[in-house]
């Protein structure tokens, strides 16, 4: 089969960051005047989710001497629903993967399953939070706001979400999971946030922004009471400043990784389309169109997670075998999603997947194909792109190219190298493994 050259790109993006992320938690908790609500003595659950956000070890570690500097006794708490299996050990797992150890942050960290009942909406939702934050004198929320995988709004991923769905532990995330599929998400979150704000000692939230390239952009602090205020506003920045694929259409998207570290569902939808909210959606248009998406393996720090899989149309045998299957459907199942782990057409090399992809694009030959590959949804500043998309009139960002063209290659196993950093489709540093595939 004839496969199209490669081009590397790099995207332009705007990009707002933060120098001292440090001294930004400072400056974002400073106006709130805590210590006239957190006393000496009082003990301050935070909460610590299961996103890969940028800085977040420092993050915490910067709330939490802020709290010990007020004369509070902080602690962490997992608040990632049904993520890391579904249990306590499995949820500590995931904070220390990602650097959030008792030792650097300088508070213990406080796992359990374990929930309370905290009453009910005026819609009758049984609200549930987590026992340790229960059991705190103070709670800080701390989140990143950013465009939900699956639904929109002018509130999707953020405080609201953790208050909801990160401090209900597995209990809550499937009772909620189960109501989202009959009530719209906006007021569900809403009303279940309003109930945990007014039975909790919610003190503060923090809200994290991140820019294009995967850095810390903004960090702000709210009272709760402006939780839902601040996390609009924030949202509003959050998209703006959200990264994109350089073609709105192409006809097969590769995908190096997908992990819930990267994004909820794998990959972020935001990013390469295919987000549920919009299927019956007929006034939105301006999302991604990959007619064909091929994930190649799961990154290291989902620990087998793959939730997300199902909305791809082609992976390798290779990352189902690495596959934690138990967590992927505990996970898919308590967000009511069942369909996000659907195993795709598998295959046991890249060559064979490409070519069965390329086979069922349409009337173009494969030689003519649309391919865009990317290491993840969170790093995509660098695109490898085929010769035919720097003609495609889809253009959706300004971008400029890198190097030469360069033809598409497999190592001696029919697989794509690795991806790094120095040229299209692994070129340099592939070594005398690359072979030239068929032009």
């Known amino acids: 089969m004839g496969y199209p050259k490669l081009f590397r790109v790099r995207q332009k993006f705007d990009r707002p960051r933060l120098e001292d992320v440090g001294a930004a938690v400072r400056a974002a ?47 962490l708490v997992p608040a990632m629903g049904s993520h890391g299996g579904g249990t306590a050990e499995g949820q500590r797992h995931v904070l220390e993967s990602y650097g959030i150890t008792e030792a650097f942050v300088g508070a213990p960290i406080r796992a359990s399953m374990e929930v309370v009942s905290m009453g009910t909406t005026p819609e009758g939702f049984t609200v549930v939070l987590d026992r340790h934050a229960s059991e705190a004198d103070h709670i800080g929320v701390v989140a990143r706001i950013k465009p939900h995988t699956g639904y929109h709004g002018p509130i999707e991923s953020g405080l609201m979400k953790m208050l909801m769905i990160g401090l209900g532990k597995h209990a809550g995330a499937l009772a909620y999971h189960r109501i989202l599929l009959e009530y719209p998400f906006d007021q569900v979150v809403r009303s279940v946030g309003k109930v945990v704000k007014a039975s909790s000692p919610i003190a503060f939230g923090v809200g994290i922004v991140e820019n294009a390239y995967d850095e810390t952009c903004r960090i702000d602090a709210a009272r709760p009471a402006d939780f839902e205020k601040k996390e609009e506003e924030l949202l509003v920045l959050a998209k703006q400043w959200m990264a994109k694929l350089p073609l709105s259409k192409a006809d097969l998207l590769i995908i190096d990784e997908i992990g819930k570290d990267i994004s909820g569902s794998g990959m972020d939808t935001n990013i390469v389309g295919r987000k549920r909210a919009f299927r019956t959606d007929n006034s939105v248009t301006n999302q991604p169109q990959m007619m064909r998406i091929f994930v190649r393996g799961l990154s290291e720090r989902t620990h087998g997670n793959a939730a997300g899989i199902g909305l791809a149309d082609f992976t390798t045998t290779r990352l189902v075998k690495a596959m934690n299957y138990q967590a992927t459907i505990i996970n898919c199942l308590t967000a009511g999603y069942p369909e996000g782990a659907n195993l795709p057409v598998h295959m046991e090399t890249d060559r064979e997947v490409i070519d069965a992809a390329l086979a069922i694009i349409g009337t173009r030959m494969p030689e003519e194909a649309r391919i865009l590959r990317i ?35 497999f190592d001696a196993q029919g697989n794509l190298p690795p991806w790094n950093h120095n040229g299209a489709n692994g070129h340099k540093g592939a070594g005398a493994k690359a072979q030239v595939a068929h032009t």
């Not at 005047?33 to 910067?62: E, F, W």
């Not at 290491?375 to 003609?391: F, H, I, K, Y």
Request: proline share 9%.
């Open 29 to 75: 908790l400073e106006p709130l005047d805590l210590g006239s609500t957190i006393r000496p003595g009082q003990t301050v659950a935070l909460t610590a989710g299961s996103r890969g956000i940028a800085n977040i070890p420092t993050i915490l570690k910067s709330v939490v001497e802020y709290v010990k500097k007020l004369g509070g006794k902080p602690f």
């Open 375 to 409: 290491r993840n949804t969170l790093l995509v500043e660098e695109v490898e792109v085929s010769g035919p998309c720097l003609d495609d009139p889809h253009r959706a960002t300004d971008f400029e190219v890198i190097n030469s063209a360069q033809p598409l290659m």
